[in-house]
């Protein structure tokens, strides 16, 4: 439109991120809630429209909004999205003349003073929308013009005009010459998935079932009904590809490797192969792929491990020195982190010339793996690799494959963990592996499941990794491992923990968040039935999540109030189920606390009595 | 640059009103405190820079941003802005290469691994610099690396390469390739007047000297010691054009009016003219200049009331009759607010086909009285006209006349007062007239005070007009005078008093915030010394306001703790200047109230003696 007519002006969007340059993120079914301020001088009437489609098609849908305080000027409107993959949509407002004039001419009307000339002016101003109106709608105008023009009476004519039929036709039809719009906005809609899902993490090649055995995909899908009893849907495997044998390291990372050592799976390739590859040790691509459908059989999807690391043996080196970096004398480097060396490691060079051929052969690495049946990546690292890049290959990915769901593993600054999830990221790992205490729980969480963070950040809550043995699980025994199953299974609706956690196992390195002997490094046997295991506890508690709406809802956490600082008191609702969590954050000893039961927000009177279940334990109170 | 190698990122710039959509506002000798997030992927150095000019020259100016929390990536800088008129700035960042390879290689030296191959990297690097380095830098550049080519150890080398001089140098003239920059972003710097001022506003025809007697310009002129002397620096008149005949209004709105009756100078034009004329009954032209520069001698500016009302009389009905709606029957529409008639003010069509000829002449008018020597226009009702309009007149007209202030005089929604600010007025009406209590007070402050709205919303605190009597005033007696006056020039910088406010007189139409008799329909004479008037109070709070640069600060503003609800406690530092306000808002009786003084903002020790000085009394207390 002519800049200099616009009336009417929207502002202040939400739900945005950074102002509708990335996408907010949705699953199918959710409502997207879409509010503005939306006003224009004067006193005449407005309306207004969310325009939105499934990005890519031609047909557009339409909801009206509605000015839900109009002292604010505050617009609301809101539409359901339930496909995977992009919805676009925009506001659009215009001037309603036509019910600016029924309002102004009923006011003359009630108060009984003259108003023939406003029933012509409304008369005119009728005929217009005979310009813009489609045929079906045009003949009904028609009619009521002509059913006008035998009218002799004001009175009679005011009648056919303010008919509530036809003020509501051309209110829903205002003049198309009065239309402002915002820019157009997007919405990612992942599958369900990428919100409600269980994670377990394992090396393949350490479920074996006989001690110093190098585990198979055989020997995983033997553990398919264990890890599934457990209530777990996402198996999330390390690395699978061939290991580099130069420079490998042995136990503990040290330097020194033996001839039976099987090194660390992060030194992707040999002479097997490499990202595209799976490590002969653990079978064969078929079965890899029989363990796919296995594991599908009980509800388990597989989560591949994406480390763009190469060993030096991996056929790139080989094949494409040039996507390596070189040291002046000619050699390729291997990842340094100066005084460190890494010499089992060589990083590709995304600022080489030829980087747009490492980009293409990553995407096809991804394709590869999505057309095995993979459709979930847990990247390493993302944070060390160009962010643009992780922005192009998800999106080119995605756009094959739109289920694909891709899980950046930053454990980095605060600002570049949020960028890689706004560039793309389905979900993303946290903090809150760190967090254990009321208040840096309460904060953490709240800014977590609050606009604009929950917009565009979905946390994976890990209890820990082959990398962190948090401090907390070192020291708090059995108690330490239950607190941290209930908050990771109850805080967000989406988490993962690493096998031997359901033992309450682990030897930490001293002084450090590390494991001893960590699977990383070394083939390891577990006996999954050790005693003090939690494996029942963490079996219900994934069935509580799965028996519970409100726990699948990751932006509906609320923190309530409990006076001691060691209970933390939260809880989650989904329509009529109201779900509360009380956890003593002290592993050593009992806590008591008065907690504030919101009844109000439960919708319970004060004299009201009312059960409350206890979902672990099975009791029921009064 | 290519999108693919962009590697740094700047988020969340500020301080930025609707993301840059619409310029902050600055005043000369204002810092702009540019913040931003800027960060990349991996561990390598950046270098960040705010990049300003005024806008349209061709210079620009850089200032190296600082990364003042690298945790969150937070990168700060600062300039100052001294033209008024527009600015213009964006960020920039680059990858600091050379930075990040001193930084790793030093690592490597101290730790006393080998680290030949990385002086030959250095010195590749540095060689690289020479293709964009200015010519005097590109000799030191050159100068360095022959000596280095000289050199046999690679300590010597190192030497060389890690000079402060060359690391510094290097930095700051990073890698163009690498840069990634802004969006464009603009200060609207208007001058101090535009923050730092104290309005009366009058009608000059009630300005005569002698009961009932028309007053002139040249009355005024003769008032002007009094307005000076209370230390006002803007004389506001309402509309000083020829006034209508037809349908003229009588005292207190009343439609029947004699022929003495003197009109409401809001319905502007009769034969002598329109929006470009005086009233003759006021004096010519020529008086009218005569006082422009009379008051400029006493230090005071005038400012003028531009209400786009056309009596029925006005030139234009004749002149430009299209400018106008038009019944069916052809005769042209006056005012209405169903079922409410104004048949004495014909509104211009802003919708018309010829809306650019309305535009045009409005220009015109403005660029008139400018001339005239006219440089603060008080808007009479802008919400009620296309905003577009105002966005393009008002830039129009401060290209021509950059230090031309526009004061919106909207009292409406606070979307829309807010929108006109964004579009350029620069400063505005608001709610103070109705804000009383503590609560309110303190909420409405702080919001106005606070950034985004500080950055483009300068409010005019006005204690009444002649369409507000508010009941504080009626009710309050001469201590509710007080203690809006007190308020008025504190709570903001700048802030106007409707004649007669320091007489705390004043009738009201009972029930209603109206003045009874009020000025706008009829000729008043004020007797200026009637005894009960706080002249004196108000000539010494101008004083006071004069004296201490912190209450010359639109944005300085804090609120304190004071255990009675009735007693308001705020204060405004500038460097040195400390000022405290303590205000008993119950204008009825004497309230008591511990308050607790922030020494610890004030610089004073918990166990330091200070001097408090009370400026209104002189009285010192320690």
């Known amino acids: 439109m002519n800049k200099n007519r616009q009336r009417t002006f929207i502002e202040n969007v939400q739900p945005l991120v950074d102002n509708g340059l990335y996408p907010i993120k949705r699953e199918p079914g959710d409502k997207v809630h879409v509010t503005a301020d939306i ?104 009619k009521a013009l002509a059913q006008a023009e035998k009218q002799l009476t004001d009175a009679a004519l005011w009648q056919i005009l303010s008919d509530p039929k036809l003020e ?33 993490e394992c090396f393949p090649r350490n479920c074996a079932f006989e001690p110093g055995k190098h585990g198979t995909f055989k020997d995983v899908i033997k553990r398919l009904p264990h890890i599934a009893g457990m209530g777990f849907d996402v198996l999330y495997f390390t690395p699978i590809h061939p290991v580099g044998h130069t420079k490998r390291k042995g136990p503990n990372n040290s330097l020194v490797c033996s001839e039976t050592d099987p090194g660390c799976p992060y030194s992707v390739g040999n002479e097997h192969g490499g990202h595209d590859a799976v490590n002969p040790e653990l079978g064969t691509m078929e079965d890899f792929e029989e363990l796919v459908k296995a594991a599908a059989g009980y509800g388990i999807e597989l989560a591949m491990d994406f480390a763009i690391n190469c060993s030096p043996d991996h056929p790139y080196l080989k094949q494409h020195p040039d996507w390596f970096s070189k040291r002046p004398d000619g050699t390729i480097k291997f990842a340094e982190n100066p005084p460190k060396k890494y010499e089992d490691i060589y990083p590709l060079n995304f600022e080489c010339e030829k980087y747009k051929e490492i980009w293409d052969e990553m995407l096809r690495l991804f394709l590869f793996w999505a057309e095995k049946g993979v459709r979930i990546f847990r990247i390493d690292n993302p944070h060390t690799k160009p962010f643009r890049f992780w922005q192009w290959v998800i999106a080119e990915t995605q756009k094959k494959y739109p289920d694909v769901i891709f899980l950046a593993e930053a454990f980095t600054r605060p600002k570049l963990m949020k960028s890689l999830a706004k560039l793309g990221f389905t979900m993303s790992y946290s903090y809150f592996t760190w967090r254990n205490e009321k208040q840096e729980l309460t904060d953490y969480f709240k800014e977590l499941t609050t606009p604009p963070e929950s917009d565009f950040y979905r946390a994976n809550l890990f209890t820990n990794t082959p990398d962190i043995f948090p401090y907390f699980l070192q020291t708090g025994g059995r108690a330490g491992y239950q607190i941290r199953a209930v908050l990771a299974t109850t805080l967000s609706t989406v988490y993962g923990m690493f096998q031997g956690f359901e033992l309450c196992e682990g030897i930490p390195i001293p002084g450090r968040e590390e494991y001893l002997n960590s699977d990383k490094y070394e083939i390891r046997y577990r006996d999954w039935n050790a005693p003090g295991n939690i494996v029942e506890m963490i079996a219900k508690l994934n069935r509580i999540r799965k028996e519970n709406p409100a726990l699948q809802e990751y932006d509906n956490l609320e923190f309530y109030r409990a006076d001691n600082d060691k209970i933390l008191f939260y809880g989650k609702s989904m329509g009529d189920n109201h779900i509360m969590v009380v956890v003593n954050l002290d592993p050593f000893q009992t806590q008591v606390s008065t907690v504030y039961v919101p009844i109000e927000k439960f919708g319970i009177a004060p004299d009201q009595f009312y059960e409350v279940h206890d979902l672990l334990t099975d009791n029921r109170y009064w």
Not at 48 to 60: L, T
Not at 177 to 189: D, F, I, W
Request: charged letters at 30%; hydrophobic letters at 35%.
């Open 39 to 142: 006003f224009r001088d004067g006193h005449q009437k407005i309306c207004a429209w969310v325009e939105y489609r499934v990005a890519g098609r031609q047909k557009w849908n339409y909801v009206r909004m509605e000015c839900t305080n109009p002292g604010l000027d505050f617009w609301e409107a809101e539409f359901e999205v339930d496909q995977i993959g992009f919805y676009e949509y925009c506001l659009a407002s215009y001037c309603d003349d036509y019910a600016t004039w029924v309002f102004d001419t009923r006011k003359k009307v009630d108060a009984g003073v003259d108003y023939h000339s406003d029933i012509l002016e409304g008369i005119e101003l009728a005929s217009k929308f005979k310009g813009w109106l489609k045929d079906s709608d045009k003949d009904y105008l028609k």
């Open 168 to 200: 509501a036709l051309l209110s829903a039809n205002p003049d198309p010459a009065t239309r402002v719009e915002s820019p157009l906005y997007k919405v990612r809609v992942d599958r369900v998935k990428a919100r409600f899902a269980a994670w377990y």
